[in-house]
């Protein structure tokens, strides 16, 4: 995810950007050098170790995957607490479009970013008072886009290698390309980069069983993606219709719980009873939440599909999606689903 920082005029966009730089400072003001870290005695031993995995897969990013050589995920902080910043998501009752903001040097995006948790619920009490479906979700990483530094942080280190190496890929893709106001290509595509680049270090470790773990819960991603689009249609032509808003508001209602019993079957028969994606049906799903859902998804299986038109050649694969990224929309949409070679 960006960290989305800026201000237009008034008060509240002043004090947004406000507790951007501020939370951002805090942050960069506590790194330590990893390798520093790393040969310090007194570094706790799980530390040691998760840093040491990561200063390697650092390396493989730059090496293997042809990410940018610079100084970010080679520092640590540890933030103490579940998430680095809480993610605010709207959209109208009867709309998938989400509301989107915009900044300077990040463009426009649709959700707006918090380093403090009270501050996100009180802009999604907010919203959700003007008639609005919302959403709100911690983040664990975020990107600068190469404006500073980015460390790594005691977020990215809460579970195995290869959700650290996914993060690590991920936001160092956002350092290789982004394209002003356009999320879904942006996000996209690091999942992509994040996607191939996980299988290529599993492989080069070879890690069999990780890579075997890691296939699994792609394919259970891609399982969810579905759920979730074929009720996006679903409610997509529910909003279309001339209905009154209390019988669209029902309709609606239907098609998230149709959803839910969808993804029940799929647990308890496809999936073998596999519970990862409980909390999420189990809190409320609104259009926001879909939205949300929908942007760092779509869009994946035609960047793959360009990587493997070049090879898995990364130089190629970038110079590709950065051809496509130079077109204006919906011509870059288009030329990505199209795309039948490398060049």
């Given at each position: 995810?960006?960290?989305?920082?800026?201000?237009?005029?008034?008060?509240?966009?002043?004090?947004?950007?406000?507790?951007?730089?501020?939370?951002?400072?805090?942050?960069?003001?506590?790194?330590?050098?990893?390798g520093k870290l790393i040969?310090?005695?007194?570094?706790?031993?799980?530390?040691?170790?998760?840093?040491?995995?990561?200063?390697?897969?650092?390396?493989?990013?730059?090496?293997?995957?042809?990410?940018?050589?610079?100084?970010?995920?080679?520092?640590?902080?540890?933030?103490?607490r579940d998430a680095v910043?809480?993610?605010?998501?709207?959209?109208?009752?009867?709309?998938?479009?989400?509301?989107?903001?915009?900044?300077?040097?990040f463009g426009c995006v649709?959700?707006?970013?918090?380093?403090?948790?009270?501050?996100?619920?009180?802009?999604?009490?907010?919203?959700?008072?003007?008639?609005?479906?919302?959403?709100?979700?911690?983040?664990?990483?975020?990107?600068?886009?190469?404006?500073?530094?980015?460390?790594?942080?005691?977020?990215?280190?809460?579970?195995?290698?290869?959700?650290?190496?996914?993060?690590?890929?991920?936001?160092?893709?956002?350092?290789?390309?982004?394209?002003?106001?356009?999320?879904?290509?942006?996000?996209?595509?690091?999942?992509?980069?994040?996607?191939?680049?996980?299988?290529?270090?599993?492989?080069?470790?070879?890690?069999?069983?990780?890579?075997?773990?890691?296939?699994?819960?792609?394919?259970?991603?891609?399982?969810?993606?579905?759920?979730?689009?074929?009720?996006?249609?679903?409610?997509?032509?529910?909003?279309?219709?001339?209905?009154?808003?209390?019988?669209?508001?029902?309709?609606?209602?239907?098609?998230?719980?149709?959803?839910?019993?969808?993804?029940?079957?799929?647990?308890?028969?496809?999936?073998?009873?596999?519970?990862?994606?409980?909390?999420?049906?189990?809190?409320?799903?609104?259009?926001?939440?879909?939205?949300?859902?929908?942007?760092?998804?779509?869009?994946?299986?035609?960047?793959?599909?360009?990587?493997?038109?070049?090879?898995?050649?990364?130089?190629?694969?970038?110079?590709?999606?950065?051809?496509?990224?130079?077109?204006?929309?919906?011509?870059?949409?288009?030329?990505?689903?199209?795309?039948?070679?490398?060049?």
């Open positions: 995810m960006i960290m989305a920082s800026g201000g237009a005029t008034g008060c509240t966009s002043i004090s947004y950007y406000a507790q951007s730089l501020e939370g951002h400072a805090r942050i960069m003001a506590a790194r330590q050098d990893v040969h310090d005695p007194s570094t706790p031993a799980a530390l040691r170790g998760k840093l040491t995995s990561a200063s390697a897969i650092r390396r493989f990013a730059t090496d293997e995957l042809a990410l940018p050589e610079n100084s970010s995920y080679r520092s640590y902080v540890d933030i103490h910043t809480w993610a605010v998501f709207a959209a109208p009752q009867f709309s998938l479009a989400p509301r989107t903001w915009c900044f300077p040097v649709p959700y707006r970013g918090y380093f403090d948790r009270k501050s996100a619920t009180e802009t999604a009490v907010e919203l959700h008072g003007q008639g609005l479906d919302v959403y709100v979700t911690g983040i664990t990483a975020y990107s600068t886009l190469g404006w500073f530094s980015d460390p790594l942080l005691s977020t990215m280190l809460t579970q195995d290698d290869s959700y650290l190496a996914s993060l690590i890929f991920h936001e160092l893709a956002h350092q290789r390309l982004y394209v002003n106001g356009d999320s879904a290509f942006n996000e996209a595509f690091a999942v992509a980069v994040e996607t191939s680049g996980v299988r290529k270090w599993l492989r080069a470790n070879g890690d069999r069983a990780g890579l075997r773990r890691y296939e699994a819960d792609r394919k259970r991603r891609i399982d969810f993606l579905g759920l979730v689009s074929k009720t996006r249609d679903e409610l997509g032509q529910i909003y279309l219709s001339p209905r009154a808003p209390e019988q669209m508001a029902a309709a609606k209602a239907e098609a998230i719980d149709r959803l839910r019993m969808r993804y029940r079957q799929l647990r308890d028969k496809r999936w073998g009873g596999y519970r990862g994606y409980d909390a999420w049906f189990d809190s409320p799903i609104n259009n926001a939440k879909l939205a949300a859902t929908a942007v760092y998804g779509e869009q994946v299986p035609a960047f793959l599909h360009l990587f493997d038109l070049c090879s898995g050649d990364y130089p190629r694969f970038y110079a590709s999606v950065r051809r496509i990224a130079n077109l204006h929309q919906p011509s870059r949409s288009e030329a990505l689903k199209a795309a039948d070679t490398c060049d």
